[in-house]
């Protein structure tokens, strides 16, 4: 069964299911064996064709884990979905408290609620205002959660400039 929403808010094996997993060798932690065993992940979701790799952990299963946050890191850059005209989804009112945004770059939520503001941004031709009140944080509040992430940060500022804005410090 698929979610509706954004892929980088699915669950994490419905992500997992929409991929090519391939593990291969990598130089990486470890000592003279370090090169003996398929520890590397790369993942590719077969829909969009971005991929996301980790070879720094000694577990395989830790190096899918990462390349698993990596790849919803950028399926939430790089892919736009349409969002509901009628407020902000669920999980971005749960993080919100009193107008702030509570949540850290390390948390799993971060990528869907990036993808989320990006989503708003795109549609409101990156009014940083319209979309900020629309999801009931300040713009700096909406910037900050950018900042936290430099590619974030980054797809923010290109985007802008897209639409004739000057680019965020």
């Not at 000592?31 to 996301?52: D, F």
């Not at 992430?149 to 400039?161: G, V």
């Amino acid at each position: 069964m698929q979610s509706a929403g954004h892929p980088a808010e699915w669950p994490a094996e419905q992500l997992l299911a929409a991929c090519r997993e391939t593990r291969t060798r990598r130089s990486g932690p470890g000592g003279q064996h370090r090169n003996k065993v398929e520890t590397a992940v790369v993942l590719e979701h077969g829909p969009t064709g971005l991929r996301a790799e980790a070879a720094e952990r000694r577990s395989q299963a830790e190096n899918r884990s990462v390349a698993l946050r990596r790849l919803r890191l950028r399926l939430a850059l790089g892919e736009r979905t349409i969002r509901s005209a009628d407020g902000p989804s669920p999980l971005w009112t749960s993080r919100e408290k009193a107008g702030r945004i509570s949540v850290s770059a390390a948390h799993p939520d971060y990528p869907a609620l990036l993808a989320e503001a990006l989503d708003h941004l795109v549609t409101s031709q990156a009014d940083m205002r319209q979309v900020s009140e629309f999801l009931g944080v300040s713009p700096t509040q909406l910037a900050n959660l950018f900042r936290k992430e430099p590619a974030a940060w980054e797809c923010l500022n290109r985007l802008r400039q897209t639409h004739g804005l000057a680019a965020l410090k």
